[in-house]
């Protein structure tokens, strides 16, 4: 198959394009940086120039690049994370989420493409009452924080719309992204004991590793009817449980604990709703249908790998017994 990546150049696009390519399918991959196209193909992608926010730039990509399936990666997270001002924060994301999805959904028509698979995200959008793990049929957050309400929107958006055709729509909620090139500056806020435990950590995180985002993707190019699916680890766990553990794999201290208020008042609502609130999601769909199993079921040798990999070398042995209970 012929297959567009709008925005490859980013943590899951450099992971992403040499998967598709072993995978015997020919790839265009966009970025907005003309200097990036050398990048592009190495990773073994025809390069070409197109700013997702641009109508007659998309519509001119997909036309010179004839794909049979086109995979929207495009997001600006690598914009300054600040969680108070979230909706600020996620500003341009959102955009790409709504006009930017518009736009390559027009061209898709046009082209003639059979299929589009489009990246969500799977967390801090559950709902946040009832049970721990959700899955694709508890919807999203019906009450989010006031400064995610425009994110949440935007997600919303572009689900509904990559779903509702008629190009077959392949929406993929990749859990909280790890593995090389994702997530290091989290790390240095463990080593620095800037990351405490609010509260008492009751929050359900699921964890995806890059690699296991770009294989269901890779999956997706030609499985699964139309709708979304959570990809994520095998092991949603609470922020009291990953929290210490990656502080150890890291060789930091343990991470502080701070009460819900004083985490409230230093680090605002979205925190302390992600620390003690948040739930989980369930991979059973994406496993059953898209036929893809997770490479790192666990984040626990997940995290290792990903500081072996990053040239950060975690902390031997088992960092912590695993919780009898589970
Ligand atoms: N599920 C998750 O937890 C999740 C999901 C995504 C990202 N993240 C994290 O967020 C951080 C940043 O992600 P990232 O490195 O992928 O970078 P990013 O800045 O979010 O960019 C992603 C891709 O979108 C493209 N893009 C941005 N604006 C565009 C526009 N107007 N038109 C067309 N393409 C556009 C970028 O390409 P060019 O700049 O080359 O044009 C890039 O290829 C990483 O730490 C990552 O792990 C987490």
Same mark, same amino acid.
Request: overall charge positive; hydrophobic content about 40%.
């Given at each position: !198959?012929?297959?567009? =990546?709008?925005?490859?150049?980013?943590?899951?696009?450099?992971?992403?394009?040499?998967?598709?390519?072993?995978?015997?399918?020919?790839?265009?991959?966009?970025?907005?940086?003309?200097?990036?196209?050398?990048?592009?193909?190495?990773?073994?992608?025809?390069?070409?120039?197109?700013?997702?926010?641009?109508?007659?730039?998309?519509?001119?990509?997909?036309?010179?690049?004839?794909?049979?399936?086109?995979?929207?990666? !495009?997001?600006?997270?690598?914009?300054?994370?600040?969680?108070?001002? #979230?909706?600020?924060? #996620?500003?341009?994301?959102?955009?790409?989420?709504?006009?930017?999805?518009?736009?390559?959904? *027009?061209? *898709?028509?046009? *082209?003639?493409?059979?299929?589009?698979?489009?990246?969500?995200?799977?967390?801090?959008?559950?709902?946040?009452?009832?049970?721990?793990?959700?899955?694709?049929?508890?919807?999203?957050?019906?009450?989010?924080?006031?400064?995610?309400?425009?994110?949440?929107?935007?997600?919303?958006?572009?689900?509904?719309?990559?779903?509702?055709?008629?190009?077959?729509?392949?929406?993929?909620?990749?859990?909280?992204?790890?593995?090389?090139?994702?997530?290091?500056? #989290? =790390?240095?806020?463990?080593?620095?004991?800037?990351?405490?435990?609010?509260?008492?950590?009751?929050?359900?995180?699921?964890?995806?590793?890059?690699?296991?985002?770009?294989?269901?993707?890779?999956?997706?190019?030609?499985?699964?009817?139309?709708?979304?699916?959570?990809?994520?680890?095998?092991?949603?766990?609470?922020?009291?449980?990953? +929290?210490?553990?990656?502080?150890?794999?890291?060789?930091?201290?343990?991470? !502080?604990?701070?009460?819900?208020?004083?985490?409230?008042? +230093?680090?605002?609502?979205?925190?302390?709703?992600? !620390?003690?609130? *948040?739930?989980?999601?369930?991979?059973?769909?994406?496993?059953?249908?898209?036929?893809?199993?997770?490479? &790192?079921?666990?984040?626990?040798?997940? #995290?290792?790998? &990903?500081?072996?990999?990053?040239?950060?070398?975690?902390?031997?042995?088992?960092?912590?017994?695993?919780?009898?209970?589970?």
């Amino acid at each position: !198959m012929r297959v567009l =990546v709008a925005g490859a150049s980013g943590a899951i696009g450099r992971r992403l394009i040499p998967k598709i390519v072993a995978a015997g399918h020919e790839v265009a991959a966009t970025t907005r940086d003309p200097a990036k196209s050398g990048e592009l193909h190495k990773l073994g992608a025809q390069p070409v120039v197109m700013n997702g926010l641009d109508a007659d730039a998309v519509a001119k990509a997909v036309t010179g690049a004839q794909p049979e399936v086109i995979v929207h990666q !495009m997001t600006a997270l690598a914009a300054r994370a600040d969680l108070r001002r #979230f909706d600020r924060w #996620f500003a341009v994301t959102n955009e790409l989420r709504t006009k930017g999805t518009d736009f390559l959904l *027009a061209a *898709a028509r046009e *082209a003639g493409v059979s299929r589009v698979v489009a990246q969500s995200y799977t967390g801090w959008t559950n709902p946040r009452t009832g049970g721990a793990v959700k899955t694709e049929r508890d919807g999203l957050d019906p009450d989010p924080a006031p400064m995610q309400r425009a994110s949440l929107a935007a997600i919303r958006y572009l689900e509904q719309t990559v779903c509702a055709g008629p190009v077959t729509g392949i929406v993929l909620r990749y859990g909280n992204f790890y593995g090389p090139g994702a997530s290091e500056a #989290f =790390v240095d806020l463990i080593r620095n004991r800037r990351l405490p435990v609010v509260g008492d950590g009751g929050g359900v995180w699921s964890w995806t590793h890059l690699d296991d985002a770009a294989t269901a993707t890779v999956a997706a190019l030609d499985h699964g009817s139309p709708g979304v699916y959570n990809v994520t680890d095998d092991e949603p766990a609470t922020v009291a449980e990953w +929290l210490p553990y990656l502080a150890d794999v890291a060789g930091a201290k343990p991470p !502080m604990r701070v009460p819900t208020w004083l985490g409230r008042l +230093l680090a605002g609502t979205v925190t302390v709703q992600w !620390m003690t609130q *948040a739930r989980g999601s369930s991979n059973e769909k994406a496993k059953r249908e898209l036929g893809w199993h997770p490479a &790192w079921p666990s984040w626990r040798e997940g #995290f290792r790998s &990903w500081l072996t990999e990053a040239g950060q070398q975690p902390r031997p042995g088992p960092a912590q017994a695993r919780d009898p209970s589970r």
